[in-house]
């Protein structure tokens, strides 16, 4: 599976100069919602992200997602697996677990995203799930941004990721581009201004 060429299929892999969510600028950005707003590719996403965790053999009884860029990733990969799905979201600034969900003791979850950069947003998910007596047995993704080791990649963790190495990531395809802090950033030199995705209605 070209999971670059799908991005690029449905427009999501944009070129420009954008403001991470991180603060750090770069000339690429995955628009994931572009992919996932067919729900045959979303379909077709999943099953293949399904195909490798039950390959590994990772016992699940539950997919959560951090809201709101999770959510149809995490939902997609819930159907595929055929488990139970639930959100977090931000209240006030911290993930919560919310709208009825309940987390059973002892049940197994994998904590799912559209994309993994340094996994910050997961792991607060993650949390929040061991907080309610479940246990994380691992994370995915459809693009890991390269910061964060995953299962069948040569790519190696950095010191930003911010996942628990023992606990395994899988997703589809490595997206490795440049970022730049705003202060070294070629494109700002240039005189470009960085925009955050969403700002401008896309």
Same mark, same amino acid.
């Given at each position: 599976? &070209?999971?670059? $060429?799908?991005?690029?299929?449905?427009?999501?892999?944009?070129?420009?100069?954008?403001? %991470?969510?991180?603060? &750090?600028?770069?000339?690429?950005?995955?628009?994931?919602?572009? =992919?996932?707003?067919?729900?045959?590719?979303?379909? +077709? %996403? /999943?099953?293949?992200?399904?195909?490798?965790? $039950?390959?590994?053999?990772?016992?699940? *009884?539950? =997919?959560?997602?951090? !809201?709101? @860029?999770?959510?149809? /990733?995490?939902?997609?990969?819930?159907?595929?697996?055929?488990?139970?799905?639930?959100? !977090?979201?931000?209240?006030?600034?911290? +993930?919560?677990?919310?709208?009825?969900?309940?987390?059973?003791? @002892?049940?197994?979850?994998?904590? #799912?995203?559209?994309?993994?950069?340094?996994? @910050?947003?997961?792991?607060?998910?993650?949390?929040?799930?061991? %907080?309610?007596?479940?246990? =994380?047995?691992?994370?995915?993704?459809? !693009? &890991?941004?390269?910061? #964060? /080791?995953?299962?069948?990649? *040569?790519?190696?963790?950095?010191?930003? #990721?911010?996942?628990?190495?023992?606990?395994?990531?899988?997703? %589809?395809?490595?997206?490795?581009?440049?970022?730049? !802090?705003?202060? &070294?950033?070629?494109?700002?030199?240039?005189?470009?201004?960085?925009?955050?995705?969403?700002?401008?209605?896309?």
């Amino acid at each position: 599976m &070209n999971v670059e $060429q799908i991005y690029k299929d449905a427009e999501a892999l944009l070129e420009g100069h954008f403001k %991470l969510s991180s603060g &750090n600028h770069s000339s690429f950005y995955l628009q994931s919602a572009k =992919v996932l707003e067919d729900p045959k590719t979303a379909k +077709m %996403l /999943a099953q293949e992200l399904a195909q490798q965790i $039950q390959k590994a053999s990772i016992k699940v *009884d539950a =997919v959560c997602s951090p !809201a709101l @860029g999770g959510l149809i /990733a995490g939902f997609a990969l819930a159907t595929a697996l055929d488990v139970r799905f639930i959100f !977090a979201e931000r209240v006030e600034g911290q +993930m919560s677990i919310r709208r009825g969900f309940e987390v059973q003791e @002892g049940e197994k979850y994998i904590i #799912c995203e559209d994309i993994i950069t340094t996994g @910050g947003s997961a792991l607060e998910a993650a949390k929040q799930v061991e %907080l309610g007596g479940g246990e =994380v047995v691992a994370y995915a993704a459809l !693009a &890991n941004r390269g910061f #964060c /080791a995953r299962v069948g990649s *040569d790519i190696k963790a950095q010191d930003n #990721c911010k996942l628990p190495l023992d606990k395994p990531l899988f997703a %589809l395809e490595d997206f490795t581009f440049e970022m730049y !802090a705003p202060d &070294n950033c070629p494109m700002c030199k240039e005189g470009s201004v960085a925009y955050k995705p969403g700002s401008r209605g896309n």
